[in-house]
């Protein structure tokens, strides 16, 4: 056993990579391939992907299917071993590594669920689509909103506390952190929960660097939750679709492989795999030091921006994961929306998300003080360019974001009933068919099953207007409604 800088325990080990290694003694072998995938692990007649990927990239792509423990390379033997440096890593007992996602690591927490789930209403749709596989029912805890910056906040203690006392929960979903990178008391509303008998899952999606420094939030293993899923690709630097599902529940574990088992594909690319595996093993021997340098740039990112005349920074108060860099320039007139497309077109800087005031710069182990630079640059010439424009300040949002709808049917009832297309403008009282989510941060304003209210159509027809994207919005601003038979009859 050695302690990283960290102060983490964790054994010589986590020096191999059992499965990228065994990936690449299968690769070096030249086994005549008569077994999928098609390609043959040759680049052949694909000329462009070879170009751009390196044909050696088909030769780390064969499928799991090649057992064989007297081979010194059985994918599913390398693939078990590397899960358990994972989760000896990030303090689990089980870990599962996931070719889908933080989606796919949802859908198997929740798919087992047989209750009453509590679920902050800002989660992601992930968190949806997993009750409607199961036979879970959702209580949303109303999403909260920061007045000055209109970013959801996390669930506050009381409001969790109230809904676990009314409610015969099975399990809660929290997320941590938010998009935005604020975080909630995560250990006390676990302990809260707990206490009831409640499952606590997290959705770490944003969240996989936060055991690698003590200047970042603790995770939700830390916390004391059953489990979490983190997108490894989205701040650790995995192949994108790839996450880790970390768990410290026996008896739920063996449930969320059973629906592993039946929800993912029968082919999950070793190539993918491999990669948790080798980032996890550099992680292991370096992840302090590169958290602790994204750190320093964050840092660095966020001083500099905040020197900038019309420039604000989401306030301390708000922030949990400094490497998650909130700004706005509205006091200068553009709303975040506008911001992230003039980067994109004048300066070849796309950001992560913008909202109407915010905009999001991830800022990652991927990241240099080059691409600071450029950042903070585009947004000073930017910033020159509005004020000598004359820009002032942008109207203050005046629309209130809606409270909670009715439901009338049960979020699996509905995804499934028939459902019609018709004017959002003239969805005042139907029942929706399917999300209406602005995109990001992914908050849904509607799901199925619930009924719109004029303040829904309000709402949402405003978010179009300025160029929000909506998702489950169709063309000619039209929304999925379930078929209204006795409105019909009534005509
Ligand atoms: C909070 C949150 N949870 C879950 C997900 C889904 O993650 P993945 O893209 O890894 O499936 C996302 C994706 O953006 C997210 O923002």
Same mark, same amino acid.
């Given at each position: 056993?050695?302690?990283?800088?960290?102060?983490?325990?964790?054994?010589?080990?986590?020096?191999?990579?059992?499965?990228?290694?065994?990936?690449? /003694?299968?690769?070096?072998?030249?086994?005549? @391939?008569?077994?999928?995938?098609?390609?043959?692990?040759?680049?052949?007649?694909?000329?462009?992907?070879?170009? !751009?990927?390196?044909?050696?990239?088909?030769?780390?792509?064969?499928?799991?299917?090649? $057992?064989? @423990?007297?081979?010194?390379?059985?994918?599913?033997? /390398?693939?078990?071993?590397? $899960?358990?440096? /994972?989760?000896?890593?990030?303090?689990?007992?089980?870990?599962?590594?996931?070719?889908?996602?933080?989606?796919?690591?949802?859908?198997?927490?929740?798919?087992?669920?047989?209750?009453?789930?509590?679920?902050?209403?800002?989660?992601?749709?992930?968190? +949806?689509?997993?009750?409607?596989?199961?036979?879970?029912?959702?209580? %949303?805890?109303?999403?909260?909103?920061?007045?000055?910056?209109?970013?959801?906040?996390?669930?506050?203690?009381?409001?969790? $506390?109230?809904?676990?006392?009314?409610?015969?929960?099975?399990?809660?979903?929290?997320?941590?952190?938010?998009? +935005?990178?604020?975080?909630?008391?995560?250990?006390?509303?676990?302990?809260? !929960?707990?206490?009831?008998?409640?499952?606590?899952?997290?959705?770490?999606?944003? #969240? #996989?660097?936060?055991?690698?420094?003590?200047?970042?939030?603790?995770?939700?293993?830390?916390? #004391?939750?059953?489990?979490?899923?983190?997108?490894?690709?989205?701040?650790?630097?995995?192949?994108?679709?790839?996450?880790?599902?970390?768990?410290?529940?026996?008896?739920?574990?063996?449930?969320?492989?059973?629906?592993?088992?039946?929800?993912?594909?029968?082919?999950?690319?070793?190539?993918?795999?491999?990669?948790?595996?080798?980032?996890?093993?550099?992680?292991?021997?370096?992840?302090?030091?590169?958290?602790?340098?994204?750190?320093?740039?964050?840092?660095?990112?966020?001083?500099?921006?905040?020197?900038?005349?019309?420039?604000?920074?989401?306030?301390?108060?708000?922030?949990?994961?400094?490497?998650?860099?909130?700004?706005?320039?509205?006091?200068?007139?553009?709303?975040?929306?506008?911001?992230?497309?003039?980067?994109?077109?004048? %300066?070849?800087?796309? *950001?992560?998300?913008?909202? +109407?005031?915010?905009?999001?710069?991830?800022?990652?182990?991927?990241?240099?003080?080059?691409?600071?630079?450029?950042?903070?640059?585009?947004?000073?010439?930017?910033?020159?360019?509005?004020?000598?424009?004359?820009?002032?300040?942008?109207?203050?949002?005046?629309?209130?974001?809606?409270?909670?709808?009715?439901?009338?049917?049960?979020?699996?009832?509905?995804?499934?009933?028939?459902?019609?297309?018709?004017?959002?403008?003239? !969805?005042?009282?139907?029942?929706?068919?399917?999300?209406?989510?602005?995109?990001?941060?992914? *908050?849904? *304003?509607?799901? @199925?099953?619930?009924?719109?209210?004029?303040?829904?159509?309000?709402?949402?027809?405003?978010?179009?207007?300025?160029?929000?994207?909506?998702?489950?919005?169709?063309?000619?601003?039209? *929304?999925?409604?379930?078929?209204? +038979?006795?409105?019909?009859?009534?005509?």
């Amino acid at each position: 056993m050695k302690q990283t800088a960290e102060g983490k325990q964790i054994s010589d080990k986590q020096k191999a990579a059992p499965l990228w290694e065994a990936l690449e /003694a299968y690769k070096k072998k030249g086994v005549v @391939p008569f077994h999928t995938p098609g390609h043959k692990l040759r680049s052949g007649p694909f000329t462009r992907i070879a170009a !751009a990927l390196g044909s050696g990239f088909f030769a780390l792509d064969p499928s799991d299917e090649i $057992e064989d @423990p007297s081979f010194d390379n059985d994918f599913e033997l /390398a693939l078990e071993a590397a $899960e358990s440096l /994972a989760a000896e890593l990030f303090g689990a007992q089980d870990t599962v590594f996931l070719v889908n996602g933080t989606t796919g690591g949802l859908h198997y927490f929740l798919m087992p669920v047989t209750g009453t789930v509590l679920v902050p209403r800002f989660s992601h749709q992930a968190v +949806y689509s997993a009750l409607i596989l199961s036979e879970g029912e959702g209580v %949303y805890l109303p999403a909260h909103f920061d007045p000055d910056w209109l970013i959801p906040l996390p669930p506050k203690i009381q409001q969790v $506390e109230k809904l676990l006392a009314e409610n015969d929960c099975q399990a809660m979903v929290l997320t941590h952190p938010t998009y +935005y990178g604020t975080v909630c008391d995560l250990a006390r509303i676990t302990a809260l !929960a707990k206490k009831r008998n409640v499952r606590v899952f997290v959705d770490e999606a944003h #969240g #996989g660097h936060f055991c690698f420094s003590p200047d970042l939030p603790p995770t939700g293993l830390e916390c #004391g939750a059953h489990g979490v899923v983190q997108s490894t690709h989205k701040t650790l630097g995995s192949f994108t679709q790839t996450s880790m599902l970390h768990s410290n529940d026996k008896a739920w574990s063996s449930k969320v492989k059973q629906s592993q088992r039946v929800l993912q594909s029968t082919s999950p690319s070793l190539v993918f795999l491999a990669v948790l595996d080798e980032v996890r093993r550099v992680l292991a021997l370096q992840g302090g030091d590169i958290t602790g340098q994204t750190l320093e740039l964050a840092h660095s990112c966020a001083t500099r921006l905040e020197q900038i005349s019309g420039v604000e920074l989401l306030p301390r108060h708000l922030q949990g994961d400094p490497t998650k860099i909130v700004f706005t320039l509205r006091k200068l007139g553009l709303t975040g929306i506008e911001v992230e497309r003039i980067l994109r077109k004048d %300066y070849n800087i796309q *950001v992560e998300l913008s909202d +109407y005031y915010n905009v999001l710069a991830l800022i990652t182990v991927g990241d240099s003080v080059d691409h600071i630079t450029k950042l903070v640059n585009a947004v000073g010439d930017l910033a020159a360019r509005s004020t000598h424009l004359g820009g002032s300040g942008l109207p203050r949002h005046r629309v209130q974001v809606p409270g909670l709808p009715p439901t009338t049917h049960s979020l699996r009832e509905a995804f499934f009933q028939e459902q019609e297309q018709i004017p959002l403008a003239e !969805a005042s009282g139907r029942v929706s068919g399917s999300f209406l989510t602005p995109y990001p941060p992914g *908050v849904p *304003v509607i799901v @199925p099953g619930e009924q719109f209210t004029q303040d829904i159509v309000e709402y949402l027809s405003w978010c179009s207007a300025i160029g929000w994207p909506i998702r489950g919005l169709m063309a000619e601003e039209k *929304v999925t409604v379930l078929k209204d +038979y006795n409105h019909f009859c009534r005509k």
